[in-house]
């Protein structure tokens, strides 16, 4: 059985009427820019990646990892509450993010790393460098 | 031994077999065991769980120790000097003050460590007592910190600072390891020197170990003042605990593991033995109950003839399995009359987690 789902996030979407200006009398035509689409499978979910195209997967690349690598984030299934938590905490130990960002992030991460994504995916592997002591010199 | 230039860059040599501990996080490393570790009394070094918060160090050359605060003489030990000190032998359980974390409903955040963040190792040093002595500590002394050479990668994010209680600091069993299970400590276990505090969780057990400060007052810090802290009175499951009712973790709590069996497995019917680790922070295994038919009806387990104060008591179960589905767990009680819980004591953090894991196998004939 094909597991395989698709995630699409339209990016905007959110955006309410009411916040938006009043239209110019007499708007020229203007093509609609595409939606950036996200995408990610579930296996790879499962598996600990984060979704490609997504502007937050940008985000995680270049501030989380300056200080871990991206597991700690995917291995999580946290609610928005609990995210906001981790957030303000990493915005405190350097994590340079603006409120803007920094609110997308957790609702990036609420999304797809919450109570209803089933535990990650594990396979044994060998001790990393460093686990076993060194050779006698 | 000695201080070898950037050990740890050192290749891994190819295991002889796939390896036995699944890696959580890539960067800081860790790694927990897998279940079958657990049943031997002893965990081999290749299947020890690893925890980091920050990179490891790598700058180590010219490492000491140093003792300093409310001391008569502040002074540093090279390791060379450490090893010329005499040296002692204690069996103690490590295991992460977030082993079965990942196991809390509702799920709480950090490494979603399962069943795997625990250990038994020999661990050979000297006595922080005798270091404290040559030092000579003061009257008002209360507690002692602890510092490693870890960093964390960006200036803002509070270094690894913990302390332990001057008392637990002077008791006999208390080390400044050298030696895990009679080699030197690996880069990843904290070479050349960490602590060691039987009986206590692994947050004390500083790795790296580079400064030790006697004081009057606690210790400071994030990793102190917040983190590793426990509720005083635990609340209901998902609820927040006011940072006036957390306390500093101290004691390992009873815990009992099987390692020869998973949840889902496939058994084969007849004589099964059921093989796992029990033990508890400052008391003894009195004795390990199995059952196999969901909590109905529980049996002895048979313990290990070697028993320790801070080690692993490995046990056995001759388990008679016929065909069909059924519900195995163990249950640990030590000398003190603590017996594991049904369900997990709640805090916020996912520490200490330590309820009776249910196990469901099939038995086929």
């Known amino acids: 059985m094909n597991r395989a789902f698709c995630i699409l996030l339209v990016l905007g979407a959110a955006c309410r009427s009411e916040d938006k200006p009043a239209p110019a009398p007499t708007p020229p035509p203007q093509p609609t820019p595409a939606p950036p689409v996200v995408t990610i499978d579930r296996d790879a979910l499962l598996a600990g990646k984060l979704p490609d195209g997504a502007p937050e997967t940008e985000i995680v690349n270049a501030q989380c990892r300056i200080c871990h690598s991206v597991e700690y984030l995917t291995q999580q299934r946290l609610g928005e509450g609990a995210w906001k938590k981790t957030i303000d905490k990493m915005r405190k130990f350097g994590a340079n993010l603006s409120d803007e960002q920094a609110a997308s992030l957790v609702a990036f991460a609420a999304k797809y790393w919450n109570a209803d994504l089933p535990g990650r995916t594990w396979s044994p592997g060998p001790p990393p460098a460093g686990a076993l002591p060194a050779a006698p010199k | ?365």
């Open chain 2, 1 to 365: 031994m000695r201080v070898p230039k950037l050990a740890w860059s050192d290749e891994v040599p190819d295991p002889p077999d796939p390896g036995h501990l699944y890696e959580l996080t890539s960067r800081p490393a860790n790694y927990e065991s897998t279940r079958d570790t657990f049943t031997t009394r002893i965990t081999p070094l290749e299947r020890f769980y690893i925890r980091n918060h920050f990179d490891i160090p790598t700058e180590m050359a010219d490492w000491k120790l140093e003792l300093k605060g409310l001391v008569a003489k502040p002074r540093t030990f090279t390791l060379a000097e450490l090893e010329k000190m005499k040296q002692y032998t204690v069996e103690a359980v490590l295991q992460c003050a977030g082993n079965g974390r990942g196991l809390f409903v509702p799920r709480v955040a950090g490494v979603q460590w399962r069943w795997g963040a625990m250990g038994n190792a020999e661990w050979t040093g000297v006595r922080l007592k005798d270091l404290l002595a040559a030092a000579g500590v003061a009257k008002d002394a209360q507690h002692v910190q602890v510092q490693g050479a870890e960093k964390p990668t960006l200036p803002q994010t509070p270094a690894f600072i913990r302390g332990i209680p001057l008392a637990k600091a002077m008791h006999p069993d208390t080390l400044v390891a050298l030696r895990m299970n009679g080699q030197p400590l690996s880069p990843h276990h904290g070479f050349p020197a960490r602590l060691v505090v039987p009986g206590w969780v692994g947050d004390d057990w500083m790795k790296w170990l580079a400064t030790i400060e006697v004081r009057a007052d606690e210790p400071k810090g994030f990793f102190y003042e917040t983190g590793y802290r426990f509720p005083q009175t635990p609340g209901k499951p998902g609820e927040a605990v006011p940072p006036d009712q957390m306390k500093p973790m101290t004691k390992l709590v009873v815990k009992s593991q099987l390692g020869s069996i998973s949840d889902g497995d496939v058994i084969k019917a007849g004589k099964n033995e059921l093989v796992g680790v029990a033990f508890s922070g400052e008391a003894r295994i009195k004795k390990v109950d199995v059952t196999v038919d969901g909590g109905t009806t529980w049996q002895p387990a048979k313990l290990d003839s070697h028993d320790s104060n801070y080690g692993f008591r490995l046990f056995r179960y001759t388990w008679d399995a016929k065909p069909g589905k059924a519900t195995v767990a163990v249950r640990a009680t030590d000398s003190a009359g603590a017996v594991q819980p049904t369900t997990p004591v709640w805090n916020p953090s996912g520490y200490l987690y330590n309820a009776v894991e249910m196990i469901s196998v099939e038995v086929r004939s």
